[in-house]
Structures are given as structure tokens and as C-alpha cells.
């Protein structure tokens, strides 16, 4: 099973890696080794169990934290951790975030709930951006690789992650595509989460901002029925106003009910069958881009420096620091 | 549907400590949750008996500390608790509120053996 979603391994499939190359690269890491020798060390040592105790010849209580034994002391005592449960996430994502900032990539996350529009708002979003500017996506569903087809019919390169029983992506499986994707310095970096509104926002992946889409054929009371997720985007995008004649869909309560949860989310009305609000939506992406790219020199050493050794370097930074 | 992937996340800094710290079992857990964490109590409990099976907190006891959601209300200039992200101030019923406390997530300590 994979320890940072919980997916079983055998499920996660990064595109362009095969099954065992993904799993050599990701599990071995940090599963496999971790949990396959404290395993074998409970079982190999098991006299050091309270239960085997009475069946041992050697009663051991120098094994205890102190080495030593009181009579009448338990070897229990507490422990204090302080530790957050996604640390292990958080630090995939920060390696991620610090890739992106040497590249001078601009990494959007964009989440929704599924139907919404994510995939036909990314391929015209790539059709408007893809003269000016480099851009790269990493698909994320839990099966099949029809996405990534899709934004690879615009001509541009596109990396498929299915999570298998995952229901959001993480930190490590973003950090593997982008070895397989190596994407451009100053280019786009647009991230497609599995279409879910609850776990993906508990989940960092070292992008720069969570763009959430919401479309007009879906409820107002959205963002109040899914607060963690509008709380943890600062741009929503209502997607599919060409239909609002259609509808009984109060976009200013909308707009209302997502300030409510996050005062400071900017909100943009686009359709993305008849382009209309996608000079915002561009203008947005182009500025927020030069944000990234200020202060960013392309450097010689990161060019020639290959993604897949840089994420392999980052694994290990990782895994010293945990260990 | 994510309290699996956070049982998991659980076991592996057991698992990290038990070397550090140097323990073989897990007799206790407590874990700090706030609600604006996103997690499901329910679901987490039910989640970590299963994942905690056969590994080195096999049977462990599950505690949750309640950490209260706060938040400051501009109007008031105070500390309120509230319910859910988009509440009003229960005192004066403004929305000028920001969430101060309450997305806790976090192990705070294990008794181990």
C-alpha cells in the first residue's frame, strides 16, 4: 500500500514508468523498506513482547528505553510526538515547490468536483496559451488515460496518473510525473486533479495556487456544502455561464456563499464552449506566470541537471531527514 | 474518504519513531483533531483498526483530543468559537470572522512499550 495515500501500489500507475519502475522509484523508498523491517524485527525478536514473556528462558529487561529495570515499573511511558499526520505529504510537497521556484515554473492545481469542466476548460486554456508559452500537464484520474489523450490531441506533453483506489493525488506521485514530464523553465505547469471536492484539498502538492472550477449546472450552496476546498483555493472559476439562461442559478449567490468560506478568493465566469470570460481567465494566468518567472535566472546547472535526478535527489533528502 | 490515506500517514511516523525513540509496541494513541481538519472521526476510527492491524500498534487504543474551532471577530475584538468555516460571530453575528483555530491534525503523543 502506498503510505502517503493509501492507495494499494499495485493501482498507481505514473504513465511512461512502468509498474515496477514506478515501484522502485516511489515504495522502496519509503514503504517497503520501512515497514517490511520493523516487521521482520517484531517477529525475530519476539521475546521482547510482554506476551512471550512467561515462554522465554531469558526474560530480558535491559531492552527497555532505559536499559535498565525497576521492579514494579512498567517499561510503558509516554511519548511525545507533536507531529503533523501529513508531514511526510508536506515534504514531497515542498521538494516539488522548490523545482517549480528554481524553473521559474508557474504549477496550478486545479480541483473540482467531477463533470465540471476540468479537462475541456484545460485543452482550450492550452489552444489560448500554447503560442506564447510552454505549458505541460499532469493528469490525475483514478482509471484510464482518456485525459491525457485529450490534452495530448492539443500538442502539448501530458503525463497520465491514475491513482487506482486513490481519491486524490499527492505529493510524491506529482513529484515522479514531473520526472517523466521535465518540464520547460518559465513554462505552465497545470496539475489535474481527480475530480473530487473533499480530499484533494488536505493534499499539498507544491503548486502555487489551487484554481477550483465550479460549473452553473451544479448547486450554489457548493462552496458551503464543500468549505475545506473553496477555503483552500484563491481562484474560483464558474464554468458554463453560456448555459445560465437556461438555469435557475444565482450567480451572486455563488460568488456569496464562496467569499463566505474564503473572503480573499478572486472569482471568474467563463464558458469554455463559447470563450467567453477567457481574456480574465488568460490575463490572470499570464500575470501570475511573470510572478513566478521574477527573479528566476535560467541557470546552466538545472538546465542540464535531469528532473529524474533531481526527484531522486529530493527522495533521499527526504528519507535522511525522516530517517 | 481520505482518513485511509491519513491512518497510513500515522503508521509511517509510528513506525519512523519506533526507530528514533526506540519502542516495539504501540499501546496508545492521541491525536489532536480539529474540526476544520476535513477528517471524519468516524471514518478515522474505523480506518485505523484496520490499518493498524498486524503492525506495531496492532490493537492500540485510538484517543481523540477536541481541539475547539476559534476564531477572531473583528467586530467584537475577541476570540469566539464557531461551528463551521462559514459561521456568523454567535455573539454580535458578524461574518468579519477569521478562522483561528480548529485545522489541527496532528499526533500529539503515544504511550508505547
Redesign the interface.
Known amino acids: 500500500?502506498?503510505?502517503?495515500?493509501?492507495?494499494s501500489s499495485g493501482n498507481l500507475k505514473i504513465e511512461g514508468e512502468g509498474l515496477e519502475h514506478s515501484h522502485a522509484n516511489g515504495q522502496s523508498h519509503?514503504?517497503s523498506h520501512?515497514?517490511h523491517h520493523?516487521?521482520s524485527?517484531?517477529h525475530d525478536?519476539s521475546h521482547?513482547?510482554?506476551h512471550f514473556h512467561e515462554h522465554e528462558t531469558t526474560h530480558d529487561y535491559g531492552q527497555g528505553?532505559a536499559h535498565a529495570h525497576a521492579p514494579g515499573l512498567s517499561?510503558?511511558?509516554?511519548?511525545?510526538?507533536?507531529?503533523?499526520?501529513?508531514?511526510?505529504?508536506d515534504e514531497y510537497a515542498a521538494a516539488n515547490r522548490q523545482y517549480f521556484n528554481e524553473r521559474g515554473i508557474l504549477a496550478l492545481n486545479l480541483v473540482s468536483s467531477p463533470g465540471s469542466g476540468k479537462t475541456t476548460t484545460l485543452c482550450k486554456t492550452i489552444e489560448e496559451l500554447k503560442d506564447k508559452h510552454a505549458c505541460s500537464v499532469i493528469e490525475g484520474d483514478q482509471q484510464t488515460a482518456n485525459d491525457a489523450e485529450r490534452i495530448r490531441a492539443t500538442g502539448v506533453k501530458a503525463i497520465q496518473v491514475n491513482t487506482g483506489k486513490?481519491?486524490?493525488l499527492?505529493g510524491h506521485m506529482v513529484g515522479h510525473a514531473l520526472g517523466s514530464l521535465n518540464p520547460q523553465e518559465g513554462s505552465f505547469v497545470f496539475i489535474e486533479n481527480v475530480g473530487?471536492l473533499?480530499?484533494p484539498?488536505?493534499?499539498d502538492l507544491g503548486e502555487a495556487h489551487k484554481v477550483v472550477i465550479l460549473s452553473v449546472t451544479e448547486g450554489e450552496d457548493k462552496p458551503?456544502k464543500y468549505?475545506?476546498m473553496f477555503?483552500a483555493a484563491d481562484l474560483m472559476l464558474l464554468n458554463k455561464v453560456d448555459l445560465l439562461p437556461h438555469l435557475e442559478f444565482d450567480v451572486e449567490k455563488t460568488i456569496e456563499?464562496a467569499r463566505?468560506?474564503n473572503p480573499g478568493i478572486k472569482v471568474l465566469q467563463i464558458s469554455s464552449t463559447t470563450g467567453e470570460g477567457y481574456e480574465d481567465w488568460i490575463n490572470w494566468l499570464e500575470a501570475t506566470l511573470s510572478l513566478a518567472k521574477i527573479g528566476h535566472k535560467p541557470s546552466p546547472d538545472t538546465q542540464n541537471k535531469s528532473a529524474d535526478d533531481l526527484m531522486k535527489q529530493s527522495d533521499l533528502d527526504i528519507s535522511q531527514n525522516?530517517? | 474518504?481520505?482518513e485511509?490515506?491519513?491512518?497510513?500517514?500515522?503508521?509511517?511516523?509510528l513506525?519512523?519513531?519506533?526507530?528514533n525513540?526506540?519502542?516495539?509496541?504501540v499501546?496508545k494513541v492521541a491525536?489532536e483533531i480539529g474540526p476544520?481538519?476535513?477528517v471524519e472521526l468516524e471514518a478515522l476510527k474505523f480506518s485505523f483498526d484496520v490499518?493498524m492491524k498486524?503492525?506495531?500498534a496492532d490493537g492500540s487504543e485510538l484517543i481523540i483530543i477536541d481541539m475547539p474551532a476559534t476564531a477572531w471577530c473583528m467586530q467584537c475584538a475577541d476570540t469566539v468559537t464557531i461551528e463551521?468555516?462559514?459561521d456568523d460571530c454567535p455573539k454580535c453575528g458578524s461574518?468579519q470572522l477569521q478562522v483561528t483555530g480548529g485545522e489541527e491534525?496532528?499526533?500529539?503523543?503515544?504511550?508505547?512499550?
Do not use: W
Open positions: 500500500m502506498c503510505t502517503v495515500c493509501g492507495c519509503d514503504h520501512d515497514h520493523d516487521h524485527h517484531d525478536h521482547d513482547h510482554p528505553p517499561q510503558a511511558r509516554m511519548v511525545q510526538i507533536e507531529q503533523n499526520i501529513l508531514s511526510k505529504n486513490g481519491c486524490h499527492d473530487n473533499v480530499c484539498s488536505a493534499f458551503l468549505p475545506d477555503h456563499n463566505r468560506v525522516a530517517g | 474518504m481520505h485511509m490515506s491519513i491512518c497510513e500517514g500515522i503508521l509511517q511516523i513506525e519512523t519513531e519506533s526507530a525513540k526506540n519502542f516495539k509496541q499501546k491525536l476544520l481538519s476535513g490499518v498486524g503492525s506495531l463551521q468555516r462559514y461574518a491534525l496532528s499526533i500529539k503523543e503515544l504511550e508505547v512499550d
